[in-house]
């Protein structure tokens, strides 16, 4: 992956842009105008979540894909719930999904204008077309049972067979269908059908079901309705009735297109839309290794407690991702990155990871944590002597100032940047070795302490007080091993918590494989860590490069004032199968 730093913001060319210049070069939606008359700009596009559940990563990309498309074309899109199923739907999943969408930097005003709309905002215009295809002999009620109505759809390569109710009359259909809406009958009973043809390859095209009984609350129209219009009559509706251009959807909805189109021209053959018809095109769906994207396997872990909840940082929802510190920045750029194709793989976590880092590297200010504390005892330091140290907050940004922590006797180092018999190629601590205290003094290793079982508890070194990181004798000090620190008195402790991939297999969910026997049960450790004193100001939110171990974020629920406690968004280098 080629990690282009200086462009990151020129989008490529891909097949939907290629479709949008053809358009616009030929004019296709240059005539359009709204119902007051303003001219319409050519390229509209919409984000159609259902509000039954939480977005995730693969939602970040079509919102990407969507709201980019319009922002790069001049021109707008909608946010739309596709709010038709009644049962699945609640206000608590539109309220986070319009919040997820803002953080990722979108929203949905044009021109003083905002574009939220809801498909249930159309159930009487849906209606009133209903009954229209029914009069034009386009749609019949049918009452045949369910087990009858799945037996004559036939399969692939077996056409169906017309249901024995296909040729009612359109009066005889029409009045069923008002007695449907009236109440009239069970949850079930009757199912309005257009009239296409039960022998076509497409099943798509075998009579959809456009309209059924459902008995049930609605989050918005309550119970005023008790039939419900089916996903695939309601959507192409709602992007005529938008003026969407553009309908961009996931791949497995090719074959749904010829219905789409069929619906359209024949609802436009009975005048309701008058302008130039939306097109739906189908892209491959972001599929990221390590990661589970379907709403229900989700929900499964939230509900099985086998995660934190919904926001949970090692959770691929925007809401996980935003607490675990992932940048809007950076997804928008993966998105961006992973292009829009039109064949399904898989883009491998690392990938993302990257983007992640290219974000923060030059925003993140640094900071010194110490995550496995051991204790570094500094003989000649005088006791109760303090030594200001200073470091730049970002190394390339020397206008950001400088940030001070103090030195003292006792200090707090990495368990690991001590060994008692060095390995080969270890040049850290151990005993006769020199290091340098990273921004402090260069220190010869004596030996160390030990417990009753003969776990090291304290490492002893000696100071040169004349090799202080920017004072003239520091050039005098020539060292291999540069190691991180604070000062056991002035640190400040923290809960710090460490995240690696949820599940142990690249493709958790492929091929219907059980997710469940893959977690890794190592995705979460928490640390108690000794953190630079200034890291007590940090504010939620906050992201920081910890030295040597990565960049972190101020946890935005769990954090106190003066208090905070830390995610680790990514580690410093790609080191996952590695
Ligand atoms: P479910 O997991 O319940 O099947 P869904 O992915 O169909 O959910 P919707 O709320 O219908 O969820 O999705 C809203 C939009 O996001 C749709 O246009 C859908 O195509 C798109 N989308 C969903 N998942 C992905 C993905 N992995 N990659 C790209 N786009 C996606
Ligand atoms: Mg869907």
């Known amino acids: 992956m080629s990690t282009d730093h200086s462009t990151p913001n020129v989008p490529a060319a891909n097949f939907l842009r290629n479709i949008i210049d053809a358009d616009l070069g030929n004019g296709k939606y240059a005539q359009r105008s709204d119902s007051q008359g303003q001219p319409l700009p050519t390229v509209i596009t919409r984000f159609p979540p ?44 539109v309220d986070t999904i319009l919040d997820s969408v803002r953080w990722l930097g979108f929203n ?67 009045d069923l269908f008002r007695r449907m809406k009236a109440g009239e009958f069970k949850d079930g009973e009757h199912i309005l059908r257009v009239k296409i043809d039960m022998a076509s390859p497409n099943m798509n095209l075998r009579d959809p079901a456009i309209y059924r009984i459902r008995h049930a609350h609605h989050h918005r129209t309550g119970d005023a309705w008790c039939i419900y219009p089916m996903y695939d009559y309601t959507h192409p509706i709602s992007d005529a009735l938008e003026n969407i251009s553009h309908s961009i959807c996931t791949l497995e909805f090719q074959d749904h ?17 008058k302008q130039q018809l939306p097109k739906q095109y189908e892209f491959a769906r972001l599929n990221v290794t390590y990661v589970i994207t379907s709403k229900r396997k989700l929900k499964q872990l939230v509900d099985e407690q086998i995660v934190d ?40 976590m690392s990938v993302f990871e990257g983007c992640q880092r290219e974000d923060l ?9 110490v995550l496995r504390p051991l204790k570094l005892i500094i003989d000649n330091f005088p006791e109760n002597e303090v030594i200001e140290c200073t470091s730049p907050v970002h190394p390339h940004h020397a206008e950001r100032g400088n940030r001070s922590f103090p030195i003292s006797k006792e200090l707090w180092i990495e368990a690991e940047d001590f060994m008692e018999v060095p390995s080969k190629g270890y040049f850290r601590l151990f005993p006769g070795n020199k290091v340098r205290l990273r921004y ?22 000696t100071y040169f007080a004349d090799s202080k990181s920017g004072t003239e004798g520091s050039a005098n000090y020539k060292v291999k091993g540069n190691i991180h620190w604070v000062s056991i008195a002035h640190a400040l402790k923290a809960e710090v918590r460490l995240f690696d991939r949820l ?13 469940k026997l893959a977690l890794n049960p190592n995705a979460k450790e928490v640390v108690t860590a000794y953190l ?40 410093l280098k790609d080191g996952w199968g590695k």
């Open 440 to 461: 402090g003094f260069v220190v010869e290793c004596t030996g160390c302490d030990k417990d009753a079982e003969g776990n090291v508890v304290a490492v002893h070194c």
């Open 50 to 93: 259902e509000p039954n559940g939480y977005l995730h990563i693969g939602h970040a990309k079509s919102i990407c894909l969507n709201f980019g498309l319009a922002r790069d074309y001049a021109g707008r899109c909608n946010m739309r719930f596709d709010d038709t199923n009644p049962a699945k739907e609640e206000q608590e999943y």
């Open 532 to 571: 630079e004193q200034g890291m007590s100001q940090a504010l939620p939110d906050d992201k920081f490069q910890f030295e040597r171990h990565g960049y972190f974020v101020a946890d935005r629920i769990d954090s106190k004032p003066g208090q905070p406690c830390f995610n680790r968004i990514v580690t």
């Open 108 to 174: 949905w005003e044009d021109a003083g204008q905002s574009h939220l709309h809801y498909a249930s905002d159309y159930f009487e215009q849906l209606y009133t077309m209903a009954e229209y295809l029914i009069t034009a002999g386009h749609a019949y009620v049918d009452s045949q049972s369910a087990e009858e109505m799945a037996a004559n759809r036939g399969n692939f390569g077996e056409p169906g067979k017309n249901s024995r109710f296909r040729d009612r009359s359109p009066a005889e259909s029409l």
């Open 361 to 369: 590297d030059p925003k993140a200010p640094r900071a010194i944590a």
């Open 503 to 515: 599940f142990t297999d690249p493709n958790p969910d492929a091929g219907g494989k059980d997710f």
């Open 309 to 348: 909840g919904w926001d949970d940082p090692r959770m691929p929802t925007i809401v996980g991702m935003r607490r675990r510190g992932f940048t809007p920045e950076a997804i928008q750029r993966f998105c961006e990155r992973t292009g829009v194709t039109k064949s399904d793989g898989w883009i491998d």
């Open 257 to 273: 297109r010829p219905f789409y189109d069929w619906l359209l021209e024949h609802l436009a053959a009975g005048g309701f839309f």
